[in-house]
């Protein structure tokens, strides 16, 4: 997977806040070790995976020690049985002993999250229809887990309130309606497309006469889908991108998708991970 400069940078700052969180003004039960101790280690996962979050770790050890050596037997994207045994480490074993907690909580929370992008990308084979995530993501870890989101086959929402503009609810409360709003958000922003959230056939309407380019379809039963997408073909000039979303869950998605909207949102791919299960076995 590509990283660009921002993640790049993203990475180092992540590494060196968890590191510091960590270790403070050091790691006191490693100084036990002899200074000049070498040791091995592997990476072992207990779950079956899809990986993500091999950057943040190599960014662990060197920030540590860049005498560490990585040895990857897995690349981010790629999917991995349980018990297999995905990385390993030599070089001075008080960095590898420092850096094992902070490695292993950055790679079991991407990986996650890469994980169950992929099941329910899995779960909409077959359709146009693509998973994505939302800005419910875990505090600090914005970008890493968008970037767990792409490992898994997903695609990325807006990464903040400052580069999409989506209209909710409480947005057409307060700017005094669903026509008011797109109108504004127009004007303040001519070239940038604008997504609003409908909560009814009366109000997708109304969206797509004011000219929004993606509706956003809040907990649409599947037969009042089926219909906004029959109106959107029908009625949109041009037709809208459609997004459903509303607390699916992955047995719900297939048949969703199925539909014809162009995208599912799914807030659990970032919020409700249950980190997977890694360990880092030492050799003497």
């Known amino acids: 997977m590509q990283i660009d400069t921002q993640l790049l940078a993203d990475v180092r700052a992540t590494v060196a806040r968890v590191l510091q969180e960590d270790i403070g003004d050091g790691d006191l039960t490693t100084e036990l070790v002899p200074a000049s101790a070498t040791i091995d280690a592997t990476i072992i996962t207990r779950d079956r995976m899809t990986m993500a979050g091999r950057p943040w770790v190599d960014e662990v050890y060197r920030h540590l020690d860049p005498r560490v050596v990585l040895d990857w037997q897995l690349d981010?994207?790629?999917?991995?049985?349980?018990?297999?045994?995905?990385?390993?480490l030599h070089g001075p074993a008080r960095p590898i002993l420092s850096g094992e907690r902070a490695?292993?909580?950055?790679?079991?929370?991407?990986s996650a999250t890469a994980t169950v992008t992929a099941t329910h990308v899995q779960a909409v084979a077959g359709t146009d229809c693509r998973i994505l995530d939302t800005r419910k993501t875990l505090p600090g870890l914005r970008l890493a887990q968008k970037y767990a989101v792409r490992c898994g086959g997903g695609c990325n929402h807006r990464v903040g309130l400052f580069d999409a503009?989506?209209?909710k609810e409480n947005h057409v409360t307060s700017a005094g309606?669903?026509?008011?709003?797109?109108?504004a958000a127009k004007k303040l922003h001519a070239n940038m497309p604008v997504e609003v959230e409908v909560e009814s056939i009366?109000?997708?309407?109304e969206a797509l006469s004011a000219k929004a380019e993606r509706l956003l379809l809040d907990n649409f039963s599947l037969e009042l889908l089926q219909e906004?997408?029959?109106?959107?073909?029908?009625?949109?000039?041009?037709?809208?991108?459609l997004e459903a979303s509303g607390g699916l869950t992955i047995?719900?998605?297939?048949?969703?998708?199925?539909t014809g909207v162009d995208y599912i949102s799914i807030g659990a791919l970032t919020k409700n991970v249950r980190a997977i299960d890694l360990s880092m076995r030492f050799q003497s």
């Open 76 to 88: 981010d994207g790629e999917m991995a049985e349980a018990d297999t045994t995905i990385c390993s």
């Open 103 to 110: 490695a292993l909580n950055l790679l079991q929370t991407l």
């Open 165 to 167: 503009i989506l209209i």
């Open 177 to 183: 309606g669903i026509a008011v709003a797109i109108a």
């Open 202 to 205: 009366a109000e997708l309407r």
């Open 228 to 241: 906004a997408v029959a109106i959107n073909r029908a009625e949109g000039d041009p037709p809208a991108e």
């Open 251 to 258: 047995e719900e998605i297939t048949a969703v998708a199925k």
